[in-house]
């Protein structure tokens, strides 16, 4: 029930763990080489911005800006689009991210009630709170470069590699519209959120607009992933810049990983659970499976960490109900429209069972892992010892 699709070949094995193991045949030294060749020409003259990264106040944004400046010798423009679920902890990242690398930023903060509008409607009809934060943060760096003619855009790892192996490394896949559309906002563009029976307007999502390929072919512009060059271990990347860069951590209640989403209080909340309930899976299942891929985990006790994660109650749902101006009761009843039937049961009204998952250990499979090697390290807490609530606008935080 993969969203991004996977597939499995004669024996058992998921094309995620197929391609996973380029991660450790491929020459990473001379595809560093590769992608040093790929910027130079990207490389202003005019000791002006070489290139774009988009960032948030969590995942690899220091880790991608590190490479930038530290590895590649690049000036970077950075942008971040403001998803008003913003944590504190979040919000000290993101200033911590632009003073410790001594960059510029541009931060997007689209008419807050233009997204609650939004969201409204994406979870009613497509179960998804998240539509606005996924379309703003791939749309506004491109905007961006068009803009301000910065052809190059620099991102982390491509999802679809990193999952599912939907790439192979050296296809060296770049970002493109036709991948944003089908998969980061599950076919559905702007415009088709204007209809008949909203009141969406043209004002509340012309920002949200794609630039037309005109545009695009005019500037040249191209977003590259540094995964495909640069062997992929977020936890290991995430440690690294605990220790040279000062990134804080967290721990959540839905998953074992504390590096990967400190910056929104829904990501690894009522979005996990959406995704649960829409998928049979949760965050927790995608973090397991990377760290069994990096050989840190065994498939027996995966799926006992996965079993007591995805089972744990949320936390900040009445955040998320209070900024939509909903109550509980009706939260609930929207969700549920969109459980998958073929997971989930209505034994009585509004009550479901899961149904049960059969999970398969083979004997190669036990003597080819470790026990457990998760030690993953939290610094602090989402809130940060602040109030625990959405922070509308971050300015900065005192280092």
């Not at 403001?82 to 410790?100: C, D, Q, S, V, W």
């Not at 992933?225 to 839905?254: C, T, V």
């Not at 499976?289 to 027996?300: A, G, P, T, V, W």
């Not at 900024?323 to 009204?349: A, C, M, S, V, Y």
Request: proline share 4%.
């Amino acid at each position: 029930m993969h969203p991004l699709g996977i597939t499995f070949d004669e024996k058992g094995i998921c094309s995620g763990c197929r391609v996973h193991e380029e991660k450790d045949i491929l020459d990473w030294d001379y595809r560093l080489e590769v992608l040093k060749n790929l910027i130079k020409p990207y490389k202003s003259k005019q000791k002006q911005y070489d290139c774009i990264i988009p960032v948030t106040g969590g995942n690899d944004s220091h880790f991608i800006v590190h490479v930038a400046k530290n590895i590649l010798k690049l000036e970077p423009l950075l942008v971040t689009y403001n998803k008003y679920f913003n944590t504190p902890l979040g919000i000290r990242n993101l200033a911590n991210l632009r003073m410790k690398f001594d960059c510029d930023i541009l931060t997007q903060n689209i008419n807050p009630q233009s997204v609650q509008k939004i969201t409204k409607h994406t979870m009613m009809h497509y179960g998804s709170i998240y539509w606005p934060c996924l379309a703003g943060h791939t749309v506004f760096p491109v905007q961006t470069a068009v803009r301000y003619k910065i052809p190059l855009i620099i991102w982390g790892a491509h999802q679809g590699l990193e999952q599912t192996g939907m790439f192979s490394h050296l296809h060296e896949t770049e970002m493109t519209q036709r991948y944003r559309k089908d998969h980061d906002l599950f076919g559905v563009e702007a415009d088709d959120l204007i209809t008949d029976f909203n009141t969406i307007e043209e004002g509340d999502i012309w920002q949200y607009r794609y630039p037309e390929d005109s545009l695009i072919h005019a500037e040249g512009v191209r977003g590259i992933y540094l995964g495909n060059f640069i062997r992929w271990d977020p936890k290991a990347q995430h440690e690294q810049m605990i220790d040279k860069f000062d990134y804080k951590s967290a721990k959540f209640k839905r998953t074992f990983d504390t590096y990967d989403h400190v910056d929104c209080y829904n990501f690894m909340d009522i979005h996990d659970h959406i995704k649960f309930l829409k998928h049979g899976y949760s965050k927790v299942t995608d973090h397991a499976c990377r760290e069994i891929r990096h050989n840190r985990l065994s498939k027996q006790n995966a799926i006992k960490i996965v079993k007591k994660y995805e089972k744990q109650p949320l936390q900040h749902l009445q955040k998320l109900c209070e900024w939509l101006n909903i109550d509980h009761d009706g939260l609930t009843f929207i969700l549920n429209q969109h459980r998958n039937p073929i997971l989930w049961k209505e034994n009585e009204p509004n009550i479901f069972t899961r149904e049960k998952l059969r999970y398969s250990i083979t004997q190669s499979q036990n003597n080819t892992t470790k026990v457990s090697n998760l030690d993953f390290l939290a610094t602090n807490t989402l809130d940060l010892d602040c109030e625990s609530k959405y922070i509308t606008i971050g300015k900065g935080y005192p280092l």
